[in-house]
Nanobody, 124 residues
Framework: QAQLVEAGGGLVQAGDSLRLACAAP????????MAWFRQAPRKEREFVGA????????KDADFAKGRFTISKDDAKSTVYLQMNNLQPADTAVYYCAAGQPGNPSSVPSSYNSWGQGTQVTVTA
């Protein structure tokens, strides 16, 4: 069930930055970890990064290290994905997910709440 709301996608040029945001309605969503995944056309859903609710432990995909940063604002119940130096290969629909895997997980089935996704398109 989609209980999360993503925002911040758009059309940018290579080298630009974007910050995605995901709001988690605390009254209806129980989670200890939130994550970002992405799915490009004709490709499987791919893990981007995850952050724990307590302690802000993070786990990042190899391609994201050095360019993407996941963070959260507890007061706003919002998780962010800062993406720098975007490249055409980053073009995808980006999804926010929440769940209770115990530790930041890259496995989609670890998450039981998903957003509708936000499109990120990067042109050369």
């Amino acid at each position: 069930q989609a209980q999360l709301v993503e925002a911040g996608g758009g059309l940018v040029q290579a080298g630009d930055s974007l910050r995605l945001a995901c709001a988690a309605p605390m009254r209806t969503t129980r989670w200890d970890t939130m994550a970002w995944f992405r799915q490009a056309p004709r490709k499987e859903r791919e893990f981007v990064g995850a952050i724990s609710r307590v302690g802000s432990r993070t786990k990042d995909a190899d391609f994201a290290k050095g360019r993407f940063t996941i963070s959260k604002d507890d007061a706003k119940s919002t998780v962010y994905l800062q993406m720098n130096n975007l490249q055409p290969a980053d073009t995808a629909v980006y999804y926010c997910a929440a769940g209770q895997p115990g530790n930041p997980s890259s496995v989609p089935s670890s998450y039981n709440s998903w957003g509708q996704g936000t499109q990120v398109t990067v042109t050369a």
